[in-house]
C-alpha cells in the first residue's frame, strides 16, 4: 500500500478520487494505492475551483454588451439577452448625449449673454445698438427657455429608459 499526500488547497475541492474514498487532514488529501510487488500505477488527482463571475449589466458600456452578445460561447438564450441590453443602452447614451449637448448649448447662449450685458453697458441709452442687443438678449432668452423644456423632456425620456433596463435586467431568466 501506498499513501500519498496531495496538498489540500482552500477554496478547491477534490473531484476525483472521490473524497470518501480519501482521508482527509488539515491541509492534504491522504490517497491510498496499492500496488503489486514491481507494479506502476497512475493516481489521477483532480481538483477544481468553483468560479463564479458577476456583471453589473444596468452600468454596463454598450461596447462590451455587444462583445458579449457576438461571442459563440454563450447559450443563445444569453446572448439575445446581452443584444437586448445593448439595445437599451444605446437608448439610453442616446438620452444622455441630447443633455449633454443640450447643456453645452446653454452654457455657449450664457456666456453670449454675458459678452451682451458688457456691450450694454457701455452703449449709451440711446443707440440704435442698445435695442439691438436687448433684442438679441429676448432671443437668447427664448432659445433657453425652448432648450430647457427640451432637456427636460430628454431627462424624462432618459430616466424611463433607464426604468426599462432595470425592469428588463430584472425580469431576466437565464
Known amino acids: 500500500a501506498v499513501l500519498i499526500e496531495h496538498p489540500r488547497v482552500t477554496e478547491w475541492r477534490l473531484i476525483a478520487p472521490p473524497e470518501t474514498d480519501v482521508?482527509?487532514?488539515?491541509?492534504?488529501?491522504?490517497?491510498?494505492?496499492?500496488?503489486?510487488?514491481?507494479?506502476?500505477?497512475?493516481?489521477?488527482?483532480?481538483?477544481?475551483?468553483?468560479?463564479?463571475?458577476?456583471?453589473?449589466?444596468?452600468?454596463?458600456?454598450?461596447?462590451?454588451?455587444?462583445?458579449?452578445?457576438?461571442?459563440?460561447?454563450?447559450?443563445?438564450?444569453?446572448?439575445?439577452?446581452?443584444?437586448?441590453?445593448?439595445?437599451?443602452?444605446?437608448?439610453?447614451?442616446?438620452?444622455e448625449r441630447m443633455i449633454a449637448e443640450l447643456e453645452a448649448s446653454r452654457k455657449t447662449i450664457y456666456a453670449e449673454q454675458e459678452r451682451i450685458r458688457a456691450n450694454l453697458a457701455s452703449v449709451p441709452a440711446t443707440a440704435d445698438l442698445r435695442q439691438r442687443y436687448l433684442d438679441a438678449m429676448k432671443q437668447q432668452e427664448d432659445s433657453l427657455e425652448a432648450l430647457a423644456r427640451r432637456a427636460e423632456d430628454a431627462r424624462t425620456r432618459l430616466k424611463a429608459a433607464r426604468d426599462r433596463l432595470a425592469d428588463a435586467i430584472a425580469r431576466l431568466e437565464l
Do not use: C, H
Not at 488539515?26 to 490517497?31: A, E, F, G, L, N
Not at 500496488?35 to 453589473?56: A, C, M, Y
Not at 444596468?58 to 439575445?80: C, F, H, N, W
Open 23 to 95: 482521508e482527509l487532514t488539515r491541509d492534504r488529501y491522504r490517497i491510498r494505492a496499492t500496488l503489486g510487488k514491481g507494479e506502476e500505477k497512475v493516481v489521477e488527482v483532480t481538483t477544481e475551483r468553483p468560479r463564479t463571475t458577476s456583471l453589473q449589466l444596468a452600468g454596463m458600456p454598450v461596447e462590451i454588451l455587444v462583445r458579449y452578445s457576438r461571442t459563440g460561447a454563450l447559450d443563445e438564450k444569453v446572448r439575445q439577452a446581452f443584444e437586448m441590453l445593448a439595445t437599451m443602452r444605446r437608448e439610453i447614451d442616446q438620452e
